[in-house]
């Protein structure tokens, strides 16, 4: 936890934080440093495991030699001192570390003009988590108030992080791309199958990659969720698409994949659980006496723990990666089926997908049992995944069927949760003679057949709005690039488009 100095800001109105980096096309002599030593900096960038903050927002933490300052970024507002960080720093861990030696400067934009900051240089970064780090050239950042009009060619912080930061992301393996496009790994509409494929796949590798520290060192239990979502929509492109790499090929590196992921599953749920288990006791009355459940959690949670470490930090989970990353490189796997336009294919799979959803959506309202259920919440994910990656080949209903799916994940997963959370209740009320907690699980247990109950109402009631969407004609006109309807000119799909080199 870092500790700030909490004195009152000197300045309460928000102030844009700008960047210039200095490269072979600027003219130094525009610079003039300030006769002072250079004092060393360190400057922490703060998110969460999910990369929440650097879409839009950010925390930074900067320390000098003689002050402490924490600063709340937001991309179009500005810059903002922080007075307390106890509360901003709780759930939020440090990303990216810069450290340098600074000297003030004033960089002339005019004659008539000079602007005030400072010049960082002997640039390195650091990704806390993995111990990596990487050169950087040297930058200048200056501040200026929001109402003030952008200063060429200084950059914000957001256009700054994009347009430098994304290869050394890669370098530093920080689990996320800030620019999919500069990284190339955005799928475009002149895509080809095995393209897009490779592409979906390169970036789930590099958040695998990226997440690896984070879960051997156990730094945080939203690291475990989303190095799991990275395995299974790995694993979803796999079998989605078998005919790209060859269906035994996709088989056998899919169920290694699952594998994986079941071991993070088994500790991601009682995580969740141990969540979900103190609002539960709330809701009924009976917070705080949860306490003998937890801790039988909590052994559980160990043995977990030391699985999932032992087996992540293994020579044959990085082998798995490597294998992974060789296989879409082979130019032999594209075949006839990777040749293909990504729209024609993504079409193709959706029918598949809401064929496959129907049929099990129609034999879980027959049969009614939770693992058909299950099967259906697979499905769904599948398309979802498949949606992420084809989006913007949809004409019409985009919003639509982003919102259903994003409420049938929540629905079906929370429906998950509590099943879990009933064996697990069960399990402890097999082991434990606390009377008591008995009868704390037996509440549980009761509260946990209600709530299953409104979310199978819940599924039934997005199931129907799902049913009306019509899967759109990706060839004849997905939207184009300024994001409108196609039209007439839109291209027609080829097939026997050549693969790019």
């Known amino acids: 936890m870092v500790e700030v100095s909490p004195k009152k800001p000197k300045r309460n109105f928000f102030l844009k934080s700008s960047f210039l980096l200095l490269d072979n096309n600027l003219k130094r002599k525009s610079i003039e440093v300030v006769k002072r030593s250079a004092s060393f900096i360190k400057i922490v960038f703060f998110d969460t495991p999910k990369f929440e903050f650097t879409k839009k927002e950010i925390f930074i933490y900067e320390k000098k030699k003689t002050n402490h300052n924490a600063y709340y970024i937001d991309f179009k507002r500005g810059k903002k001192r922080i007075e307390k960080s106890d509360a901003v720093f709780k759930t939020i861990f440090p990303f990216l570390v810069i450290e340098a030696r600074s000297k003030p400067t004033f960089f002339k934009i005019s004659p008539e003009r000079k602007i005030r ?53 890669e370098e530093l393996k920080i689990p996320f791309v800030l620019d999919e496009e500069k ?38 239990p939203e690291y475990i969720h989303e190095m799991r979502v990275a395995l299974r929509k790995a694993r979803s492109y796999l079998t989605i698409f ?38 539960f006791c709330k809701e009924i009355g009976s917070e705080g006496k949860e306490k003998e459940v937890i801790k039988f959690v909590q052994e559980i949670k160990k043995d977990e723990i030391e699985i999932v470490q032992r087996v992540f930090a293994s020579a044959k989970f990085k082998k798995l990666v490597s294998r992974l990353k060789n296989s879409f490189r082979k130019s032999e796997a594209r075949n006839f089926h990777g040749r293909k336009l990504f729209c024609e294919s993504a079409k193709e799979k959706f029918g598949l ?18 693992d058909l259920l299950h099967k259906v919440r697979i499905s769904f994910k599948k398309l979802r995944y498949l949606f992420e ?48 907690a008995l009868l704390l699980c037996g509440a549980l247990i009761h509260l946990i057949y209600e ?39 839109s291209r027609k799909c080829n097939s026997k488009r050549p693969l790019p080199r």
Request: some cysteine; charged content about 35%; glycine content about 6%.
């Open 117 to 169: 900051g400072n010049l960082y240089f002997d640039v390195s970064l650091k990704n806390p988590i993995a111990e990596t780090e990487t050169k950087f050239p040297d930058f200048i950042e200056a501040d200026f108030l929001v109402s003030e009009k952008e200063v060429t060619p200084f950059t914000s912080l957001g256009i700054f992080l994009k347009e430098n930061f994304s290869q050394k992301f």
């Open 242 to 279: 078998p005919e790209i790499f060859g269906p035994k090929k996709s088989k056998l590196l899919s169920i290694e994949l699952s594998s994986y992921a079941l071991d993070l599953a088994r500790l991601r749920d009682l995580d969740v659980f141990e969540n979900h288990l103190q609002s």
């Open 389 to 436: 990656i084809s989006e913007c080949f949809w004409k019409k209903d985009q919003a639509k069927m982003k919102k259903i799916l994003s409420e049938m994940q929540d629905c079906l997963g929370y429906h998950q949760d509590l099943l879990i959370a009933e064996n697990n209740l069960l399990n402890f009320s097999k082991k434990s003679d606390d009377k008591e």
């Open 183 to 220: 990284a190339d790994l955005k799928v475009g509409k002149e895509d080809l199958t095995a393209t897009a494929l490779s592409k979906s796949l390169l970036k789930q590798i590099l958040k695998i990659e990226g997440y690896l520290s984070g879960v051997i060192k156990n730094h945080d």
């Open 353 to 370: 997908l809401k064929t496959e959803i129907k049929k099990r959506t129609k034999k879980f309202r027959t049969k009614g049992t939770p």
């Open 451 to 489: 709530k299953k109950e409104k979310e199978i109402k819940k599924f039934a009631k997005i199931y129907r709005e799902f049913e009306k969407i019509e899967i759109p004609d990706f060839c004849k006109g997905g939207r184009n690039e300024s994001g409108s309807s196609g039209s007439g000119q």
